[in-house]
């Protein structure tokens, strides 16, 4: 699902970025990805896919 309409950017793509780069807070997001630059309306779910991969992250580092 598309987080980001004006960039094209899925939570498939961010969810990559938090993994891969150890991301934990928006503003780092967004010097790898240009999410938020536009409208901003994807601001706040970008940040919930931010917090919920990090959770998962957390997990499966656990287990």
Known sequence: ??????NAISDKA???VVRRHQVHSFGELRKIIPVGN???KCIRHAKAVISEENMSVAVDQVA
């Open 1 to 6: 699902m598309y987080v980001c309409l004006c």
């Open 14 to 16: 961010i969810r990559n």
């Open 38 to 40: 536009e409208c901003g």
